[in-house]
């Protein structure tokens, strides 16, 4: 199933914003927003409900976020996944049982100026941490010179999503089919494993309604959507 990465809103009418993600296909939500944005925990995931979407994950975007309050929001509205990349190191065991117990999962997602961005980051805190997740970011393993068909590979039994977004060397981070990520490999690589969970699209402008269908066009021509 395909998700999408909600960072910024497209509309200011909440309603309005997830009835179009919906209606492009997206059937669940990554969202990258503090949880006094979204509002009552309740009235958010009526809102996600109407709409027909999911709460797959929220990313503590700020390091007060790395705390039981977050994981209490993210039981509400239905969310597996809490995602740590830039704030691992104020992870718990405390904190992490105390989610295990509600069904939450944390999850390390590599990003380039964070102490995770390569498969050696990912090996080095999957070890250090037993019950931490990986969600491979298919464009900043590539930008950090990692290979994501492998990491996907070498940590296959520890992928709670996966992030689809595309590099080049030239104009950085781009959308699908815009850079040089062998997406067809990646693709090659899941169906290896038999993998079957969420594909979260991530684009550059998550303020803007058209990389989203630009990506989920790219993906409809390719015959993965």
Not at 60 to 68: D, G, L, V, Y
Not at 102 to 131: A, C, M, W
Not at 140 to 149: D, F, K
């Amino acid at each position: 199933m395909f998700g999408y990465c909600y960072a910024e809103p497209w509309r200011d009418d909440v309603e309005e914003n997830f009835r179009e993600i919906s209606k492009l296909g997206y059937k669940g939500i990554d969202i990258w927003r503090p949880p006094e944005a979204l509002g009552d925990p309740s009235s958010f995931k009526a809102v996600l409900d109407k709409a027909g979407l999911v709460a797959i994950s929220i990313t503590a975007i700020r390091p007060e976020m790395m705390a039981k309050e977050t994981v209490d929001y993210a039981s509400a509205i239905g969310a597996k996944y809490i995602g740590v990349h830039a704030f691992i190191d104020l992870l718990d065991e405390k904190l992490a049982d105390y989610a295990s117990k509600r069904g939450i999962s944390f999850v390390i997602h590599p990003h380039l100026g964070t102490k995770i961005e390569n498969i050696q980051d990912v090996s080095r805190y999957l070890k250090k941490y037993p019950k931490l997740m990986f969600c491979p970011d298919i464009a900043n393993l590539t930008a950090a010179g990692s290979n994501p068909v492998k990491a996907i590979e070498m940590f296959k039994d520890r992928l709670s999503f996966v992030h689809l977004k595309d590099w080049d060397q030239t104009i950085g981070f781009c959308e699908l089919g815009e850079g040089s990520v062998d997406i067809q490999s990646v693709f090659r690589m899941l169906e290896k494993i038999n993998y079957s969970g969420w594909l979260v699209i991530e684009t550059t402008k998550p303020s803007s309604k058209a990389p989203a269908i630009k990506c989920r066009d790219y993906l409809k021509q390719h015959g993965y959507w």
